[in-house]
């Protein structure tokens, strides 16, 4: 991994790498333990550029994508605060844009496949689903991807994030010929899964990944 010098990070890292080492004693801390500490720090502090895919993450590390995950899941769990759905849908959407994130649209144009190798994504996501639809997480989660209705997911997109809904909506009221009619969707659906089948139902140039994401403000 090519390393440049930044006083002010290096110095955070040493500081919180010996805090952590140290805690239980000098030489206590197993290899797994430091091997999670170690990534967690130079992926926090910016020493691994967030926009890199996998494969070039791991390719600069010299360890497999299954070793990577495996750190990933590590490290989330030992992080004092866990990510939260918000949190994990926006960096679902900058994940998704930089293709960091795959996503595409199965051939029945009914469900999406995400391939998702963030393991604190992947939960947070179907959990989101499955507070929308009451359906078990685990239902949605399949190995590294993650597979759900298209509807179900442009709901979790339009419940926790603010401004992926006011896209979303601004996008429908420009393809229908009477944007009122939106309006009246929003005003009157009882849940977002509600209101985003309606939408799309009322706006039929809605139906592929190619315009769903832009419509929430997703540029890929």
């Known amino acids: 991994m090519e390393y440049s010098v930044n006083e002010k990070r290096d110095s955070i890292f040493v500081q919180q790498f010996l805090e952590k080492y ?3 004693g000098f030489g206590v801390l197993p290899k797994s333990e430091i091997d999670t500490l170690v990534f967690s720090l130079i992926t926090d502090l910016g020493y691994i550029d967030s926009s890199m895919r996998e494969n070039e993450i791991a390719n600069e590390l010299h360890i497999t994508e299954t070793k990577l995950s495996a750190l990933r899941l590590a490290a989330n769990a030992r992080a ?4 939260s759905v918000e949190e994990s849908i926006a960096e679902l959407k900058t994940r998704i844009s930089n293709g960091s994130i795959k996503i595409y649209l199965q051939k ?6 995400l391939s998702v190798p963030y ?3 992947k939960k947070n996501l179907a959990n989101a689903a499955e507070d929308i639809t009451g359906y078990p997480a685990d239902n949605y989660l399949n190995s590294r991807k993650v597979e ?5 997911f442009c709901a979790v997109l339009y419940k926790n994030d603010e401004q992926a809904r006011n896209e979303f909506i601004k996008t429908a009221k420009k393809d229908v010929k009477d944007a009122a009619k939106i309006d009246e969707i929003t005003k009157n659906g009882t849940s977002p899964l509600e209101i985003v089948e309606n939408i799309l139902g009322a ?14 403000g997703i540029i890929k």
């Open 203 to 216: 706006a039929s140039n809605l139906a592929t990944i190619a315009q769903l994401l832009p419509a929430f």
């Open 148 to 152: 759900m209705p298209i509807s179900v």
């Open 108 to 113: 029945d144009n009914k469900n999406v496949l």
């Open 119 to 121: 393991p604190h994504i």
């Open 22 to 24: 140290l805690s239980l």
């Open 80 to 83: 004092k605060k866990p990510q």
